[in-house]
C-alpha cells in the first residue's frame, strides 16, 4: 500500500493517523515484516491488525555467496510457500539488487532457466519490494541500484511494477532514485508505450538477443507476436519521448546470433537512436543445447559495433559458480520440496 492507502484503511478502522505512520515506519524505513516487532504499538493493537492485515514479504529461504566474486543469491519464501530468487552484486558505486517480479515466467525464451519451472503467479508491489528489505537486512547494507532482471517479465506484471517502483522511489521509504533503476524486458510493445507515459526516469533494458525476425523468433517466443521491427520503432519512440538512451541487451550463442552479418545488421537497424548495447556472454543452461560464444567471437562482434559508431560494453558475469549469472535463476524449491 502507498502511505495514502494504508492512511485511509487505517482510518476505516477508527485508528488514529499517527499509528498508520507509525506502521509504514516499520515497514518502509525498517523493512520489519512482523506486527510483533512493532513494539511502539500496544500489544491489542498488533492483534488486531494481525487479524486485519498480512505482510506479505521474503523470508530468506536459503542464501549461497560466490566464492568468485562475493555475489550473493537469495531464495525467498513467500507468504503463500512460493519461491524467488534475487541476486546482490557489489559494484565499485555500492550495492545493486537484481529483483524479481514474478514466481517463474510465461515467456519461455529458448535461453533462460527462469521459463523451463512455467509460471505461477504474479508478485504483488509489497513482494518486489521486500527483497530489497530482505537483503538490506540481511548484510547489514543499503543498496543503491536495483535492476529488474530477475525472474519474470516486468511488463506482464505492469501494475506492480509500477507501483513497485512508485514505493521504492518514495522519499519516506527507500528513496532510491529511478535513475538508479533498470527496468528489462523482453520486448512487449504496448507495455513500452505504457511506461514511456509514465514519465518516469529509470533505464529501459531491452533483450533484443538478435537483429532480424528468423533469429530472434527462435530464440524468444514472444517475437512472433512483436517483431523486430515493430518493436525497434516502439523503443525509438520511448527515447524521443523520454530523452533516456535504451539499453539493449544481447547475450551471445555461438553459430546463432554471433556472425559478423548480425553485428552489421545490428548496427544498421540501431543507426541514428539513443542507443547503448550490451553484449552478454551467454550462461549455460543445460536444456537450451545453446552455448555461449567465445570471448574472441565476443570481441569481435563488439568491434564491428564500434567500427560502426554504435555504443557498445561487454557485461562482466558474476555469480557463475552459485547459478546466479543472467538467466540461471530458477527456484528449483517447490511448495511441497
Ligand atoms: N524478462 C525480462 C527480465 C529478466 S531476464 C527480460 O527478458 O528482459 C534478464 C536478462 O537475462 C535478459 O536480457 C535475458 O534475456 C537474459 N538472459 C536470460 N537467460 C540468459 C542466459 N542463459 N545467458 C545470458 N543471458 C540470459
Known amino acids: 500500500m502507498s502511505f495514502s492507502e494504508l492512511s485511509s484503511e487505517f482510518s476505516a478502522l477508527s485508528l488514529p493517523a499517527f499509528r498508520a505512520k507509525q506502521v509504514w515506519q516499520w515497514i518502509q524505513e525498517k523493512g520489519v515484516m512482523s506486527f510483533d516487532l512493532m513494539t511502539n504499538l500496544s500489544k491489542d493493537l498488533r492483534e488486531k491488525l494481525k487479524d486485519e492485515f ?48 514474478q514466481v517463474g515466467c510465461r515467456m519461455n525464451c529458448a535461453f533462460c532457466a527462469t521459463g523451463v519451472g512455467g509460471f505461477v503467479r504474479n508478485l504483488n508491489a509489497s513482494e518486489i519490494l521486500s527483497q530489497i528489505h530482505a537483503a538490506q537486512n540481511d548484510m547489514n547494507i543499503r543498496v543503491s541500484h536495483i535492476v529488474l532482471m530477475g525472474m519474470g517479465e516486468p511488463m506482464d506484471n505492469y501494475d506492480n511494477v509500477i507501483k513497485f517502483l512508485k514505493l521504492v522511489n518514495d522519499d519516506t521509504g527507500l528513496n532510491l532514485g529511478m535513475r538508479n533503476i533498470s527496468l528489462s524486458t523482453c520486448g512487449i510493445i504496448p507495455g513500452i508505450e505504457k511506461l514511456a507515459k509514465e514519465d518516469l526516469q529509470l533505464t529501459l533494458s531491452v533483450s533484443l538477443h538478435a537483429p532480424n525476425d528468423e533469429i530472434r523468433s527462435r530464440l524468444m517466443p514472444v517475437n512472433r507476436k512483436y517483431g523486430v521491427d515493430e518493436l525497434l520503432k516502439a523503443c525509438k519512440a520511448y527515447a524521443d519521448r523520454t530523452s533516456r538512451r535504451i539499453s539493449y541487451e544481447y547475450a551471445m550463442f555461438g553459430g546463432v546470433n554471433d556472425t559478423d552479418e548480425c553485428a552489421k545488421e545490428l548496427a544498421e537497424k540501431l543507426k541514428g537512436t539513443l542507443a547503448h548495447i550490451n553484449l552478454i556472454p551467454a550462461n549455460d543452461v543445460t536444456e537450451s543445447g545453446l552455448k555461449s560464444s567465445t570471448p574472441e567471437r565476443i570481441k569481435r562482434f563488439a568491434q564491428i559495433l564500434e567500427n560502426s559508431g554504435r555504443n557498445v560494453t561487454v557485461r562482466r558475469s558474476l555469480g557463475g559458480d552459485i547459478d546466479a549469472s543472467c538467466g540461471q535463476l530458477r527456484s528449483k524449491h517447490t511448495k511441497n520440496a
Do not use: N, Q, R
Open 54 to 101: 498480512i505482510i506479505c514479504g521474503c523470508e530468506v529461504e536459503k542464501k549461497s555467496v560466490s566464492a568468485l566474486d562475493s555475489t550473493v543469491k537469495y531464495l525467498f519464501k513467500l507468504y503463500d510457500g512460493e519461491f524467488i530468487e534475487s541476486v546482490l552484486m557489489k559494484y565499485k558505486y555500492g550495492y545493486s539488487l537484481c529483483v524479481s517480479t
